[in-house]
């Protein structure tokens, strides 16, 4: 199994590595928005949204282009996106029609208030020290027995690329066990391609875990 790891001219920084994420966002949204919003994630909806109860409060955690809230608001579910970028958030919104807040996704606090979480690409920015505190947020803004749907790229190490970018990569074992601390219990885990276009093989690993404990004849 192929495994993606940092680029040999990844740097390093003392300032906040988000701030320098976020700005590459800000500079280059429109870009991202176009490269991204055609995306066929359909495989993954369909795959995920039977978990969660018809008609339920989604939050898209890292919205992006709001290709993904579109779909679930098309689909009868209440969507609310958030993303670290005021510029795609803006975009998201006037693309999928749903509200979507610009705020890091540390800086949340709902509780109890969604029946899912989804989180698309959106956790591997995160500096590997900081996911066991945001898999706690996203935990306490879900109902009990609530559904996420994360996907992050399959690697090991950490670091910042050349681009401005913050990137963490993770074993399957690594990221279902930070899941499983966190409070979750796994449902389904698999490994994808990606579906964009790209100069290099990229690996997704994806899990839908609930909140809590899943029972015998709870798991779909």
């Not at 701030?19 to 429109?30: G, K, L, M, N, V």
């Not at 749903?98 to 996704?105: G, S």
Request: with cysteine.
């Amino acid at each position: 199994m192929t495994k993606q790891s940092l680029n040999p001219e990844s740097t390093t920084t003392d300032t906040d590595p988000s701030d320098s994420t976020i700005q590459f966002y800000e500079i280059h949204a429109r870009k991202y928005f176009d490269r991204t919003v055609a995306a066929d994630l359909s495989a993954f909806y369909d795959r995920f949204l039977p978990y969660v109860t018809p008609g339920g409060r989604i939050l898209d955690a890292g919205c992006g282009s709001g290709r993904d809230l579109r779909v679930f608001r098309n689909r009868g579910f209440e969507a609310v996106g958030i993303d670290a970028s005021q510029a795609l958030a803006k975009l998201a919104t006037a693309y999928s029609g749903a509200p979507c807040l610009a705020m890091r996704i540390e800086q949340f606090a709902f509780g109890c208030r969604f029946d899912a979480v989804w989180a698309c690409a959106s956790l591997l920015h995160l500096p590997k020290h900081r996911l066991p505190a945001v898999l706690q947020l996203i935990h306490n803004a879900l109902v009990a027995h609530g559904w996420i749907f994360a996907s992050v790229q399959l690697g090991e190490g950490e670091g910042l690329l050349p681009d401005g970018r913050y990137f963490s990569y993770y074993t399957r074992e690594e990221f279902e066990q930070l899941l499983t601390s966190a409070g979750f219990s796994i449902g389904e885990c698999w490994v994808s391609e990606d579906s964009l276009p790209s100069r290099r093989p990229i690996r997704w690993i994806n899990v839908i875990a609930r909140r809590g404990t899943i029972g015998r004849g709870q798991e779909h």
